[in-house]
């Protein structure tokens, strides 16, 4: 079964509201190790995603790994919740959702940068500088060589994308000749 964009956001708010804002951090810790757990363990992945296994024996797993990882009861009750409404196969994109909720909450943000050279550390703390100031947010960020471009940077957070990159500015400037 295949579950919907919609669906997936609606169940990363569910349990976005069902914790403090203090408590989350925790619990996506908690369905991180999760997911991790399921997806290096092929015999756990199997009981999760195998149509042979029903509903119960998912929660009985699911009671193992709690246990295992000594898992909060809320984050335990949200995985119970997934398997029985056979959503567990969503929870990567469950917890990139809630996780930006997350920063979103806290007023934070993470900011990806992709640069031809590495930036030193002056550089990372005028650019955080510069991105908390026109975000309104903390930012955090995350540097990617790209060896592709020439100079400048692309900063990516969210939906917003900062292109000062002379790869950038020149398909710019192309698009702009080939209107007129």
Known sequence: MKINGKSIVRYAKSI????TIDKLEAVINELTAVNRLVCE???ITGIFINPFFNTEDRVKALETIAGKLA????????????????????????ITILAALYRDGMKTA???????????????QNLKKALSHRLNKEVTIENVIDPTLIGGLIATVGNLVIDTSIKGQLRLLTESLTKE
Request: proline share 4%; charged share 20%.
């Open 16 to 19: 976005y509201a069902s914790v």
């Open 41 to 43: 363990k092929k015999h």
């Open 71 to 94: 898992l909060a009861d809320t984050t335990k009750r949200f995985l119970s919740m997934l398997i029985k409404s056979r959503a567990i196969k969503a929870l990567p994109q469950i």
């Open 110 to 124: 993470n900011a990806v940068v992709a640069t031809p050279i590495a930036l030193n550390g002056e550089q990372v």
